[in-house]
């Protein structure tokens, strides 16, 4: 619904280019059914953005909340696997020498103390691990596939409960992510940005 309601803001000319496909990334079927959708009717992926991410406002120590858990491993990590594996192999049956991104987060780099951040910030660690096995394998391969990992401070998105941050906290905007990914994709072919890490002026972690 968004995506459509997104249709109607931008230009014309723009909006032609945007086809909303619904995927739930932790379902593997879905994740299957899109990438035969897009083979069909564009041809395959050349670039594929990984943003699919979530947070459940558990304790990690906390007894019954094993659903919250796998639900944030599901789509923060297997489900980013899981779409980088077709687009790679998108790009390989095609000779595309395409670009992989990451979404991924400053908690991917630290820990923040952020009540009931439980197993979001291990998670956003094991995108930063895997960035580097993807470059690893596409290396080994011969391939020229980019692969890179973005990691924002605070973004002002549904992931930022207000009541469970530091008032006056800074942040950046969606903007400025989307502007990142046209920075790494603008990059010439021998370049490849591996780890990108972006903050708002004045954020504490």
Request: aromatic share 4%; glycine share 6%; with cysteine.
């Amino acid at each position: 619904e968004r995506v459509e309601q997104l249709r109607k803001e931008i230009p014309e000319e723009a909006a032609k280019r945007l086809h909303p496909i619904k995927c739930d990334v932790s379902n593997e079927a879905d994740i299957d059914a899109v990438f035969k959708q897009v083979e069909e009717r564009f041809g395959g992926c050349d670039v594929l953005v990984n943003n699919a991410g979530i947070a459940r406002r558990t304790g990690l120590l906390e007894v019954g909340n094993s659903a919250e858990i796998r639900a944030v491993l599901d789509t923060n990590v297997t489900g980013l696997v899981l779409c980088s594996q077709r687009a790679y192999q998108s790009m390989v049956k095609r000779s595309v020498d395409g670009h992989i991104i990451h979404i991924s987060s400053i908690a991917g780099h630290m820990v923040p103390n952020i009540p009931k951040f439980n197993v979001y910030p291990a998670s956003k660690h094991a995108v930063r691990a895997i960035t580097e096995t993807m470059r690893h394998e596409m290396r080994d391969a011969g391939k020229k596939i980019k692969v890179t990992s973005i990691s924002p401070g605070g973004v002002k998105t549904e992931i930022i409960n207000d009541a469970e941050v530091p008032p006056n906290m800074p942040f950046l905007d969606s903007e400025d992510i989307s502007a990142a990914v046209l920075y790494v994709l603008g990059t010439p072919p021998h370049v490849q940005v591996h780890e990108l890490i972006i903050k708002p002026i004045g954020e504490m972690f």
